[in-house]
């Protein structure tokens, strides 16, 4: 059974960082995008960072040059997030799309149940 588990998610002071972890199991790899989201209360999820198999990594302009995605070489996946602000507060969830590169919450097949983030100001 394929599966996502976050961890890491916390309490932080704005300009601080988190490291969130997303362990995968039950999945056989090809050319699937892995993804981090984001939803704060009352918005919609959002989009922060991808990785493609090939290697190739993506982020939401809101977050580049803070975050950072990458990969342990197996199965897990990991966000690093350093300089946080209040705005960065939401829930966060791990995600894989099948079909590839994506940006898109619908693009997404499989969530994990989310880690909270809270960033105080």
């Known amino acids: 059974e394929e599966q996502l588990v976050e961890s890491g998610g916390g309490l932080v002071q704005a300009g601080g960082s988190l490291r969130l972890s997303c362990a995968a199991s039950g999945f056989t790899w090809f050319d699937y995008a892995f993804g981090w989201f984001r939803q704060a209360p009352g918005k919609e999820r959002e989009f922060v960072a991808g990785l493609r198999m090939s290697g190739n990594k993506y982020y939401a302009d809101s977050v580049k040059d803070r975050f950072t995605i990458s990969r342990d070489g197996g199965a897990h996946f990991f966000l690093q997030m350093n300089d946080l602000k209040s705005d960065d507060t939401g829930t966060y969830y791990c995600?894989?799309?099948?079909?590839?590169?994506?940006?898109?919450?619908?693009?997404?097949?499989?969530w994990g149940q989310g880690t909270q983030v809270t960033v105080s100001s």
């Open positions: 995600a894989v799309a099948r079909r590839g590169y994506s940006r898109q919450p619908r693009d997404f097949d499989l």
